[in-house]
């Protein structure tokens, strides 16, 4: 994933000028007349969800500086505003769906399932599926089905097809992930660590202290230390720095600010102070990670 220039963060294209915001597009057509050296093959920010659904090829997938693998039958949920790079690959076949949430938002089933999936809760869970034999057949049928909705002219059942197709798909997932995480799903402090997750995500860049965050959560420092200790094994400080890392690490790749402004927007007053607190969390310093990638 070298980085020879700035990241672009990627909005919704809407290709096919579909009155809906949804695509599902085949690997081929994905990747049609794009070089090595461009998007998608660079790290870049998606505005959307995105679901790759692998039919053949072995390889890599870059999402958040990590390598996942993939397969026939691997099912990888992205979700947005994450920092992700496909490898090129001109064995791998797989269809790519994406969709904004304004889609989720217009369905039946409205705004409400993101918050029942936990297959784009990246921080918490495994978003990496690997399909037993019959799961893929059942899920394939679902993707074919979406594809075929999508390619042929638009009727008066189009789009309500094409949501009921994708809802039973991310649920079906949704089962499967819930399989695998049965113990930590049903623990008592679930909840409140997603709420906590929230808080993170909108107030990270401003605020890291577990002071602030115990007080929006209407629960002591010492409770708050409870509830990170039983869902991810970790004191609240420790899961704040690892997500405050994050966010400087796509700053570092996704923009081209510099070291100094980087750390003053991400709370460091003291420049030093930035680049010891990131060395001290990833074993290098800011310009050597933002040369990596």
């Not at 930590?184 to 965050?213: A, C, G, P, T």
């Not at 750390?263 to 990833?282: C, L, R």
């Amino acid at each position: 994933m070298d980085k020879n220039q700035i990241i672009p963060e990627i909005d919704f294209q809407n290709r096919k000028r579909k009155k809906y915001e949804f695509e599902i597009i085949s690997n081929k057509q994905y990747f049609k007349n794009k070089k090595e050296d461009e998007v998608p093959f660079r790290p870049h920010r998606t505005s959307y969800y995105g679901i790759l659904f692998t039919t053949e090829g072995e390889g890599y997938h870059w999402i958040d500086f990590e390598r996942y693998p993939y397969k026939k039958g691997t099912v990888i949920f992205l979700a947005k505003d994450q920092v992700h790079a496909f490898e090129s690959n001109v064995n791998r076949e797989a269809y790519f769906m994406i969709f904004t949430e304004t889609f989720l938002q217009k369905s039946s089933f409205g705004d409400n399932i993101m918050k029942i999936l936990t297959l784009f809760n990246y921080q918490l869970y495994n978003s990496v599926l690997d399909l037993e034999e019959n799961d893929y057949d059942i899920l394939m049928t679902l993707v074919m089905r979406m594809k075929r909705e999508y390619d042929n002219p638009d009727d008066d059942f189009t789009l309500e097809i094409i949501q009921s197709a994708l809802k039973v798909f991310l649920f079906l997932c949704e089962r499967l992930l819930r399989k695998g995480e049965a113990q930590k799903r049903k623990h008592f402090y679930h909840d409140s660590f997603v709420q906590f997750q929230y808080l993170i995500k909108e107030n990270i860049l401003i605020n890291n202290k577990v002071q602030f965050y115990a007080s929006k959560m209407n629960v002591s420092t010492k409770k708050l230390n409870r509830i990170t200790q039983a869902i991810v094994n970790q004191p609240a400080k420790d899961y704040l720095n690892e997500m405050l890392v994050l966010e400087i690490k796509r700053l570092l790749t996704n923009t081209d600010l510099s070291i100094k402004e980087i750390a003053y927007q991400t709370g460091f007053a003291v420049p030093t102070n930035f680049v010891k607190f990131f060395k001290k969390n990833t074993g290098t310093t800011p310009r050597n990670f933002r040369k990596q990638f």
